[in-house]
């Protein structure tokens, strides 16, 4: 099961982009539906929830299959729509095949929802296929014939108009949605010949007679570099578009290696966190690598015990509903340009762990489809790799990032208009 969520907006749009798309119908859902994905989904089973606030939350996707074969999916779905604090759920079944033979799998979600709901929450079900459109269960030939309703009616009405205006594109596939980067073959080699500089650094740092001071300068220069890269790609993001951003190859190199230290991979976690440029910076200034002694931070130390209290904050701010906030917007667009151009141009050696970054910032952004391929590719370089492992068990179970509020109170009526932001 793959879940995403509409991260939430705050105060008055800063540009055109930022303006919200108001959704008034069930059919406006299924017509958003490509536009939350980014793709146009295909034999699968995609659940869009609308939240008491009248704004879309949850939007979970299952593939299809056996009759009766999706019900954990569907239970997981259910229980991250109640967490959401659905109201409204419109079960959308994309499928090439027959009403008939996917029936079965729509009745399997539309009953987890209704069993887990609180009323007066409405469960809908719709089936799309590549000519037509209808409720799954309509009987009004009016409503919806047999052969469904032209899909010119979803694909060229006002809603599409209005996600282009706000900046949004539907890619043909999931692959071409997701796709990454490569670029020219001498760049690469740049790359991965800066990755292996940086390797030999790291190496000759734990064999100079003073290991601990040494790997720490390494880990904090990566850091360093990191910093720079992100800064660059914000700046330039203003005047280009991602595709025409291209970083240094040297720190693009030295940042591919430096992500297999864990210190230096969780320190560039922790600071795209607010408040957790700190903590991101005692990390890497971990003078005793996985003791529990002193650190050194900035010439001096600190007992380790700081620097633990510094993450868990941090980290808090990611998972915990009570002081959960989404990331910033323009830093998590930088970072994913600077880890997909260190996947891009760096050899698959060094791919699972900017991977992980990049699946674990989709999921804290509510972007669940990116998240889940992410991962999965990250585990696909590296089967043992802990965080692209931890992240899958949280995809698996639909548990949703902090800033995701929890329901709470009693359900109004579904709201007449649904709001969706960029």
């Avoid at 095949?97 to 809908?124: F, N, Y």
């Avoid at 037509?132 to 979803?154: F, K, N």
């Amino acid at each position: 099961m793959e879940a995403a969520y509409a991260t939430p907006r705050s105060g008055e749009p800063d540009s055109p982009f930022d303006l919200p798309v108001v959704l008034r119908s069930s059919r406006d859902l299924l017509a958003a539906v490509p536009y939350l994905l980014g793709f146009r989904p295909r034999e699968c089973c995609v659940v869009v929830c609308v939240t008491r606030e009248g704004q879309v939350g949850l939007v979970a996707r299952t593939p299809l299959g056996d009759p009766g074969g999706p019900a954990p999916e569907a239970r997981a779905v259910a229980r991250a729509a109640a967490r959401a604090g659905t109201c409204l759920a419109v079960v959308v079944v994309c499928t090439a095949r027959p009403a008939a033979t996917v029936r079965a799998d729509a009745r399997v979600m539309v009953s987890a929802l209704e069993e887990v709901l609180d009323p007066p929450a409405d469960v809908e079900a719709w089936l799309v296929g590549p000519d037509g459109y209808r409720g799954l269960d309509c009987a009004e030939p009016a409503c919806c014939p047999p052969q469904g309703r032209p899909l010119g009616e979803l694909e060229h009405g006002e809603v599409g108009a209005a996600f282009v205006v706000a900046g949004r594109a539907v890619a043909p596939s999931e692959q071409e949605a997701h796709r990454i980067r490569r670029p020219s073959a001498t760049l690469r080699d740049r790359v991965a010949k800066a990755a292996a500089r940086a390797e030999r650094a790291r190496l000759a740092a734990r064999t100079d007679g003073s290991p601990d001071h040494a790997t720490v300068r390494w880990r904090e220069g990566s850091y360093d570099a990191w910093c720079a890269l992100l800064r660059q790609a914000a700046a330039e993001q203003h005047d280009h578009l991602p595709g025409e951003v291209a970083l240094p190859p040297a720190r693009l190199g030295r940042l591919a290696a430096a992500l297999a230290d864990v210190p230096v991979r969780d320190a560039v976690l922790l600071s795209l966190v607010p408040g957790g440029r700190e903590a991101a910076a005692r990390t890497v200034g971990t003078a005793r690598p996985g003791g529990t002694g002193d650190v050194e931070v900035d010439g001096g130390t600190r007992p380790a015990a700081d620097v633990e209290v510094a993450t868990a904050r941090a980290i808090a701010r990611v998972v915990d509903p009570r002081v959960g906030v989404p990331p910033d917007a323009a830093t998590a667009d930088a970072a994913r340009l600077v880890l997909e151009q260190v996947v891009g141009g760096a050899p698959r050696r060094w791919h699972a762990a900017p991977l992980a970054l990049l699946g674990f910032l989709a999921w804290w952004r509510g972007d669940g489809c990116l998240a889940g391929r992410r991962v999965r590719e990250a585990l696909r370089q590296d089967p043992s790799h802990r965080l692209a492992a931890l992240l899958a068990g949280v995809l698996q179970a639909a548990v949703p990032p902090g800033w995701v509020a929890p329901p709470g109170g009693t359900s109004p009526s579904p709201p007449e208009r649904t709001e969706t932001g960029p």
